[in-house]
């Protein structure tokens, strides 16, 4: 059979070889100027879209997939060359295996043309994410989302096409044909249906964008990037959390960032050394501290609310005007100190280790 194939090629001219050979080596050293043009002649039809613009971004987006392009027309021309569409007789048996050399090369440039409108597609996500900077309503993630759902409803179609056009199948009755099978894929895909509605329902509704702190009953950070099935939080423990949007949309969901003030509720616990013209002392000194803040509220509250067996409560509420964490941070730490040293200048003492102690970060819409 060995014998028979060798027999079969050694049958041809040498020039054919001679110019196969040539012609796939012409083929490999121009493929890029080749791809350069193609891409070029390619981005006049988006140059209105562009603004004649990103024409750099969109040839280094569409030059590896117009090489594969190019190369499948050199491909053909070698093919014709060598006529490998003949029989071929092996072993006293007739081989042809020329339809099959062409079903490889439909897939071959069905494959490259999918690959080169999915970067056309992460072009035109590249150029309308661009525009959206100049748009606050838009949401530059939703691009994304959109972009990606393009990409595989690109690849869906050029499967199916490639089950009409190779294997002459029809996309429905593969569809039919699946019965428990596609029963089966549908009941295991329940969830990823679940989270792919999820993350519609975060784009159209809006409870949270990119760069938000949202907060839920079992999570809290800054959210990063929303997705098909899930999104990506980073966690106040710089750690990076991927939650099932369909579970983000079912619970209950705080946006700090929202919050056009943030609340600070804590209880101060003094020891019963304290005498009631201390604590009330205490309770003013508090008060005329948090009045003088620019960066806090007027609408505080300081009350002696607590007489406890160990320690007594002093009740201190405010909110400082900002939606920034950072900021936040800094204004509740200089309140602390600020209410050490009013503790310590009327010498009374904080309670140590105790049990009882209530302190909570509560941050609400004013």
Same mark, same amino acid.
């Given at each position: 059979m060995l014998q028979d194939f060798f027999h079969y090629l050694l049958d041809y001219p040498f020039w054919i070889y001679v110019c196969a050979a040539a012609l796939l080596f012409l083929g490999l050293v121009l493929k890029r100027y080749g791809a350069k043009l193609l891409s070029a002649l390619l981005y006049t039809f988006f140059k209105k879209y562009s603004k004649n613009l990103h024409a750099k971004q969109f040839i280094v987006l569409i030059r590896k997939p117009a090489e594969f392009f190019f190369m499948g027309f050199v491909i053909v021309g070698v093919y014709h060359i060598l006529k490998l569409s003949s029989d071929l007789k092996l072993m006293n048996r007739q081989y042809e295996f020329g339809p099959y050399i062409i079903d490889a090369f439909k897939i071959y440039m069905i494959v490259t043309l999918t690959w080169t409108v999915m970067r056309i597609a992460? #072009?035109?996500?590249?150029? +309308?994410?661009?525009?959206?900077?100049? +748009?606050?309503?838009?949401?530059?993630?939703?691009?994304?989302?959109?972009?990606?759902?393009?990409?595989?409803?690109?690849?869906?179609?050029?499967?199916?096409?490639?089950?009409?056009?190779? #294997?002459?199948?029809?996309?429905? &009755?593969?569809?039919? &044909?699946?019965?428990?099978?596609?029963?089966? *894929?549908?009941?295991?895909?329940?969830?990823?249906?679940?989270?792919?509605?999820?993350?519609? *329902? *975060? +784009?159209?509704?809006?409870p949270f964008t990119v760069g938000d702190l949202v907060e839920t009953s079992e999570i809290k950070g800054v959210v990063e990037q929303v997705g098909f099935r899930s999104t990506r939080i980073r966690t106040m423990d710089k750690t990076l959390l991927s939650v099932p949007n369909k579970k983000l949309v079912d619970s209950a969901l705080n946006n700090l960032s929202r919050a056009e003030i943030r609340r600070i509720r804590f209880t101060l616990c003094l020891t019963y050394d304290a005498n009631a013209q201390q604590i009330k002392n205490i309770i003013e000194d508090i008060k005329k501290e948090l009045h003088t803040n620019e960066r806090i509220e007027k609408n505080y509250l300081v009350t002696f609310a607590e007489l406890q067996n160990n320690y007594l409560g002093i009740d201190v509420i405010y909110f400082a005007n900002t939606d920034d964490f950072d900021i936040l941070a800094s204004v509740r730490q200089e309140i602390n100190y600020k209410i050490i040293d009013i503790v310590h200048a009327n010498e009374a003492k904080f309670v140590a280790q105790n049990p009882s102690l209530i302190f909570a970060d509560n941050f609400r819409k004013k």
């Amino acid at each position: 059979m060995l014998q028979d194939f060798f027999h079969y090629l050694l049958d041809y001219p040498f020039w054919i070889y001679v110019c196969a050979a040539a012609l796939l080596f012409l083929g490999l050293v121009l493929k890029r100027y080749g791809a350069k043009l193609l891409s070029a002649l390619l981005y006049t039809f988006f140059k209105k879209y562009s603004k004649n613009l990103h024409a750099k971004q969109f040839i280094v987006l569409i030059r590896k997939p117009a090489e594969f392009f190019f190369m499948g027309f050199v491909i053909v021309g070698v093919y014709h060359i060598l006529k490998l569409s003949s029989d071929l007789k092996l072993m006293n048996r007739q081989y042809e295996f020329g339809p099959y050399i062409i079903d490889a090369f439909k897939i071959y440039m069905i494959v490259t043309l999918t690959w080169t409108v999915m970067r056309i597609a992460d #072009f035109i996500g590249y150029v +309308f994410k661009i525009r959206t900077r100049h +748009f606050n309503r838009v949401d530059p993630q939703m691009v994304l989302f959109l972009k990606d759902l393009s990409k595989i409803a690109i690849i869906l179609v050029s499967f199916f096409i490639v089950l009409k056009k190779v #294997f002459h199948e029809d996309a429905a &009755g593969v569809i039919a &044909g699946l019965g428990i099978g596609g029963l089966a *894929i549908a009941l295991a895909a329940q969830e990823t249906i679940a989270n792919l509605i999820g993350s519609i *329902i *975060i +784009f159209s509704d809006k409870p949270f964008t990119v760069g938000d702190l949202v907060e839920t009953s079992e999570i809290k950070g800054v959210v990063e990037q929303v997705g098909f099935r899930s999104t990506r939080i980073r966690t106040m423990d710089k750690t990076l959390l991927s939650v099932p949007n369909k579970k983000l949309v079912d619970s209950a969901l705080n946006n700090l960032s929202r919050a056009e003030i943030r609340r600070i509720r804590f209880t101060l616990c003094l020891t019963y050394d304290a005498n009631a013209q201390q604590i009330k002392n205490i309770i003013e000194d508090i008060k005329k501290e948090l009045h003088t803040n620019e960066r806090i509220e007027k609408n505080y509250l300081v009350t002696f609310a607590e007489l406890q067996n160990n320690y007594l409560g002093i009740d201190v509420i405010y909110f400082a005007n900002t939606d920034d964490f950072d900021i936040l941070a800094s204004v509740r730490q200089e309140i602390n100190y600020k209410i050490i040293d009013i503790v310590h200048a009327n010498e009374a003492k904080f309670v140590a280790q105790n049990p009882s102690l209530i302190f909570a970060d509560n941050f609400r819409k004013k």
